[in-house]
């Protein structure tokens, strides 16, 4: 087994496993990657914010879980911790006996957070808001994070900087220089998770034309699928509800269970 680095050089190796964080130039994101033989096996994202290190995407292959990549990659990153001003290491997942067993075997403790739901490609393109207020918006004033200048990557929202998000899935509109609107969604293992949207005006079609084009990338990417899960968690309990209803009546949108924090104290 060998524990990298992910940098440009070497992240296409490990994609799907973790957002192309990279392509925004991040100085304070760590990946890691697990690589045996000649295959990846899994990787590690963690953002170092206000001396936090906050793990922000974990995955192994399937076939290759419980052989120890998990810890391993837990591990080096306490090793780059080591020396830093970093106090804490904590991280946010869907509660699951496994994963709670995983962060337990190696220190942290464990608090309830939020509830994470999810609806699947297929019930959004049956829905209401899909043929009422979707299917027909354009896009065009929209551009791709990974398409944007260095410039025009300055004029983005700085509180866009504490997510881990794929330029090639998040979108933003710019005018007169300023964001003002934006979706940021990371593609993983088969989910599309939408990590941040945000709209500087009070028009919730401008949202709409993200939502659009994070569909189109979704279709684009999984030709004839169906059941991709666009996954999100709720600040504010009500939206869960609009947004169900939204979709077509109670039902659509399903709970992938409680967020839970753990957290590891140096």
């Known amino acids: 087994m060998d524990i990298t680095r992910i940098t440009k050089d070497n992240e296409r190796s490990f994609l799907p496993f973790c957002a192309r964080s990279a392509a ?32 922000t995407s974990l995955y192994i292959l399937p076939g290759d879980r419980r052989r120890g990549y998990g810890k391993a990659l837990a591990g080096k990153l ?37 509830d994470v739901f999810y609806f699947t490609l297929g019930e959004l393109l049956r829905s209401r808001i899909w043929e009422k207020h979707i299917k027909g918006r354009k896009t065009a004033g929209l551009k791709k994070v990974s398409e944007i ?14 997510y881990d998000y794929d330029p090639e899935w998040s979108t933003v509109c710019l005018e007169d220089g300023k964001c003002t609107s934006s979706l940021l969604a ?15 005006k009070d028009d919730p079609s401008i949202l709409l034309q993200h939502l659009r084009a994070l569909t189109d990338k979704t279709m684009e990417e999984y030709p004839g699928r169906r059941d991709i899960r666009f996954r999100m968690v709720f600040d504010e309990a009500d939206l869960s509800g609009k947004l169900e209803q939204l979709l077509g009546g109670r039902g659509h949108l399903k709970s992938e269970g409680r967020m839970i924090n753990a957290v590891k104290l140096k």
């Open 24 to 55: 925004k130039g991040a100085p304070d994101l760590i990946r890691i990657g697990a690589i045996e033989g000649d295959m990846a096996r899994g990787a590690l994202s963690a953002r170092i914010e206000d001396g936090i290190a906050d793990i």
């Open 78 to 114: 306490e090793e780059f911790m080591e020396g830093s001003d970093v106090d804490a290491i904590c991280a946010a997942f869907p509660e699951s006996d496994d994963l709670n067993h995983f962060f337990d075997s190696l220190g942290y403790v464990l608090f309830p957070g939020m």
């Open 149 to 162: 200048s260095a410039r025009e990557r300055n004029a983005l929202d700085t509180g866009m900087g504490f």
């Open 186 to 200: 990371v593609n993983t293992a088969d989910n599309v998770s939408i990590a941040w949207i945000n709209s500087d």
